[in-house]
């Protein structure tokens, strides 16, 4: 009986820790990836990782998977496992879909958003108009800026939709490291005024204003960041 109950115990617990290594491993390499230390097109050795980060190979290579299913690395079987490489095609694609993606969820959520909603939609615009002079308020910022539009995602209560933002948000984030430049800088009172326009379509609970915000904000940011990838290129 006593035995048992300890074999049971041991048994629960390995589950348990071999799962958190696998989160912790995934976290790990996924801020790697997007704070670019890990950049596009390096090399990812199972071994290497593994004694970095004092795990076995075993999280190490369900790490991986998870970030192959978010598009962050590509596994090759014959060449071995690479940090994913963005073309402008692949940015392109993954803003197309998060247009309609965004654009569909606010067509159903825009009549019945909340008032809790909308406050805090405004106090993500607010967070959004503060000036951004360090990396700190720039993170705070990217963060704002990702809430307000999960605000809309989240009224439409569209589980399957929900799901399929949630797998471009990796390109995304990673789409963003390209635009760390003036350019950005430049574009920031553009941006706010096309915040501020979605947080007032939401204000006003009007469809059509909402989905037309959310369009230009979102086209115009995709032609930005393609415009940043070419000259990163050449
Ligand atoms: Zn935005």
């Given at each position: ?81 690479f940090v994913a490489t963005l073309t402008r095609r692949d940015l392109a694609e993954t803003f ?133 990838v070419e000259a990163d290129n050449s």
């Amino acid at each position: 009986m006593a035995t048992q109950g300890a074999s049971f115990g041991k048994s629960t617990l390995g589950r348990i820790e071999r799962r958190r290594a696998v989160d912790d491993v995934h976290a790990a390499i996924r801020e790697a990836i997007l704070a670019r230390r890990f950049p596009p097109g390096m090399r990812l050795n199972v071994e290497e990782l593994s004694a970095q980060l004092g795990v076995s190979l075993t999280p190490v290579r369900s790490a991986i998977q998870l970030l192959a299913a978010e598009g962050l690395v590509d596994v090759h079987s014959r060449s071995g496992t690479f940090v994913a490489t963005l073309t402008r095609r692949d940015l392109a694609e993954t803003f197309d879909i998060r247009c309609a993606l965004e654009c569909l969820a606010a067509e159903n959520a825009a009549p019945g958003l909340t008032s809790a909603q909308i406050e805090y939609a405004q106090k993500q615009l607010a967070i959004l108009a503060r000036p951004i002079r360090s990396d700190a308020q720039r993170r705070a910022h990217e963060q704002a800026n990702s809430e307000l539009h999960q605000i809309v995602i989240d009224a439409a209560a569209n589980k399957r939709l929900a799901d399929m933002y949630e797998s471009l948000q990796a390109h995304i984030a990673m789409g963003r490291l390209h635009s760390v430049d003036q350019t950005w800088q430049s574009r920031l009172s553009q941006e706010h005024q096309e915040h501020e326009e979605i947080v007032e379509a939401m204000q006003a609970r009007d469809p059509q204003a909402l989905v037309s915000a959310l369009r230009q904000h979102i086209m115009r940011a995709k032609i930005a960041l393609l415009d940043s990838v070419e000259a990163d290129n050449s």
